[in-house]
């Protein structure tokens, strides 16, 4: 896994995210998939994202905190609707999860994500 670029890592995190969030959301109480997709993108989205890496930043392990601090450094465009430095936070933290993903940690995916529902 080490020879997959940081960004790949971050690829895998977004779906990783979107697809807990929309789990969640789907599992919490029955809703029209409109609502849904409403609710979902308050969440999924970077500056959300930023604000969530913020409050469990300082629960990863130091492995976990260096492959953010690649993500969040890589070269990449934000798209135009988002903030420069909430994508690169984001991009840094999907990093990670995609990294956890596929090293198979999916219990310590849950457990950093677990408050988020709570924080919405």
Do not use: C
Not at 5 to 22: K, M, P, Q, T
Not at 58 to 65: G, V
Not at 88 to 111: C, D, M, P, S
């Amino acid at each position: 896994m080490h020879n997959l670029s940081i960004l790949a890592l971050a690829y895998v995190g977004d779906s990783i995210f979107d697809l807990w969030v929309r789990a969640r959301l789907v599992m919490d109480a029955p809703k029209k998939v409109n609502t849904l997709h409403k609710e979902a993108i308050k969440i999924v989205n970077a500056t959300a994202q930023a604000e969530f890496f913020a409050s469990i930043k300082d629960k990863l392990t130091d492995e976990e905190l260096a492959i953010y601090n690649r993500g969040k450094n890589a070269k990449s465009t934000p798209p135009r609707n988002a903030n420069a430095k909430d994508y690169a936070v984001a991009t840094g933290f999907e990093a990670v999860l995609g990294y956890l993903y596929l090293a198979n940690q999916h219990e310590r995916i849950e457990n950093l994500l677990k408050n988020l529902m709570k924080n919405e």
